[in-house]
């Protein structure tokens, strides 16, 4: 069984960048890694995310162009560098991974991690 831990996290205006990551113990060997996210009152939202060779990557809409994933499988680690931090990227943030399925739900991941809290004020 792998777990997450995920670290990063912190408070940061608005224009401002920010590091995530997610340490996995146990191998993530052909897993599927993501970030979700979740702000107070609403659902957890995809983010984006990658296969284990690292050769697709994808994104939600809203962060396309500001936010780039990336692993390093030899640390089993997945990142998530966030740039152009805007107040609505406000929410817990969540590593997740599975197999397969759809990749922009959650049902598709089998472990999760608890969260670290990205807060962007203006």
């Known amino acids: 069984q792998v777990q997450l831990v995920e670290s990063g996290g912190g408070s940061v205006q608005a224009g401002g960048s920010l590091r995530l990551s997610c340490a996995a113990s146990?191998?993530?060997?052909?897993?599927?890694m993501a970030w979700f996210r979740q702000a107070p009152g609403k659902e957890r939202e995809f983010v984006a995310g990658?296969?284990?060779?690292?050769?697709?990557?994808i994104y939600a809409d809203s962060v396309k162009g500001r936010f780039i994933i990336s692993r390093d499988n030899a640390k089993n680690t997945v990142y998530l560098q966030m740039s152009s931090l805007k107040t609505e990227d406000t929410a817990l943030y969540f590593c997740?991974?599975?197999?397969?399925?759809?990749?922009?739900?959650?049902?598709?991941?089998?472990?999760w991690g608890q969260g670290t809290q990205v807060t962007v004020s203006s």
């Open positions: 997740a991974t599975g197999y397969g399925g759809n990749r922009g739900e959650t049902n598709a991941y089998d472990q």
């Open positions: 146990g191998s993530t060997f052909r897993r599927y």
């Open positions: 990658i296969t284990w060779d690292r050769l697709s990557t």
